[in-house]
């Protein structure tokens, strides 16, 4: 590359708009020619120039204002709490889904071991094994409930 | 760092902090960017407001791909451009007019000031077009293709505009330096 031609690309060089080939000439000639260097820094500087003298800080109220407005138009309402569980990425559904999953088994496996102990067939063994004759509940009325001595029977 | 699409999106579910994080990107460049055009603070903070306002309610863009930045930017020039058609036509006296002209007034005085005020010179001596073309490659920070979308015109144009512009204000620049 010569130095016309790397005047030439010297702005599209400074903001990335040359293809890689051309790009990689144009650092290569940067690096061995003082001129062009120095035509480069110069270029840079005056860019940062025209950005420096041109850049506008906003003022705090400006955030203020902007912020409350953007609140009130986009305030949390039930449809937006909605659609933001939608939003939660996938594995948050899987660590819920999964703990959902052991919590049912859990329950039910309790649930199973615990099931033995209330069935009727055990107080029908108990009699058995005492050989008392067997109390017929056939209209079971709770308020005259006849006490029953074991000596009558 | 979320991409400024996942924060548009959480913006509109009302989450505020993802607003903290999309002002703090934007709001420097597209000041700076509007101020360009209408010359005046206060209604360049108002039009920032719009153009924020009108982007976050706009739902026809498309959250899943790229090119936020380019559209913000293209909605701010519409405003910008707006406005201006709007305070030109509005215009009764002559004066007017010529404070639309007038060149902008730089910041407060410092070590800098000369260069300051020079390029500040040079820029108003370019047209409209040249200067739009100059300051959306250096606050949107967009290729050559991305302005060209942005000003509807062919990626060559915006290379040309932008070339010509840089080579007339090293020019203006060069001028005063000699003249001084």
């Known amino acids: 590359m010569n130095c016309q031609r790397c005047n030439k690309n010297l702005i599209d060089y400074h903001y990335q708009e040359l293809d890689p080939a051309t790009y990689e000439d144009m650092a290569e000639h940067l690096t061995g020619c003082g001129d062009c260097a120095l035509e480069y820094c110069r270029l840079d500087v005056e860019f940062r120039g025209v950005i420096d003298n041109t850049r506008v800080r906003p003022s705090d109220d400006l955030h203020r204002k902007l912020r409350n407005r953007v609140a009130a138009e986009f305030a949390p309402s039930w449809k937006n709490k909605l659609a933001q569980l939608f939003t939660i990425p996938i594995p948050v559904y899987q660590t819920a889904l999964l703990l959902v999953v052991s919590l049912t088994l859990a329950f039910f496996l309790s649930s199973e071991r615990r099931a033995p102990h209330s069935v009727s067939g055990d107080l029908t063994a108990q009699h058995a094994s005492t050989h008392a004759p067997a109390v017929i509940l056939e209209n079971y009325d709770a308020n005259r409930l006849i006490i029953v001595d074991n000596d009558q029977l | ?180």
């Not at chain 2, 699409?5 to 994080?21: H, N, P, S």
């Not at chain 2, 144009?157 to 090293?170: D, I, N």
């Open chain 2, 1 to 180: 760092m979320q991409r400024d699409t996942e924060l548009l999106q959480q913006i509109r579910l009302g989450e505020m902090g993802a607003f903290d994080v999309l002002y703090e990107r934007y709001a420097v460049r597209l000041l700076s960017y509007i101020h360009r055009f209408v010359g005046d603070r206060a209604a360049a903070e108002d039009l920032v407001q719009e153009v924020f306002l009108a982007v976050l309610k706009d739902q026809s863009f498309d959250c899943t791909k790229e090119g936020f930045a380019r559209w913000v930017f293209t909605v701010a020039r519409n405003r910008a451009l707006n406005y201006q058609r709007d305070k030109k036509r509005n215009a009764t006296k002559l004066k007017e007019f010529q404070t639309l002209a007038r060149p902008i007034e730089s910041s407060p005085a410092t070590p800098r000031q000369g260069l300051s005020k020079g390029i500040t010179q040079a820029l108003s001596k370019l047209s409209p077009k040249h200067q739009d073309t100059l300051v959306l490659k250096q606050f949107g920070e967009f290729s050559y293709r991305e302005i060209a979308e942005i000003q509807g015109v062919a990626e060559g144009t915006v290379k040309s505009r932008f070339h010509f512009a840089v080579r007339q204000l090293r020019q203006s620049l060069t001028t005063r330096g000699d003249n001084a």
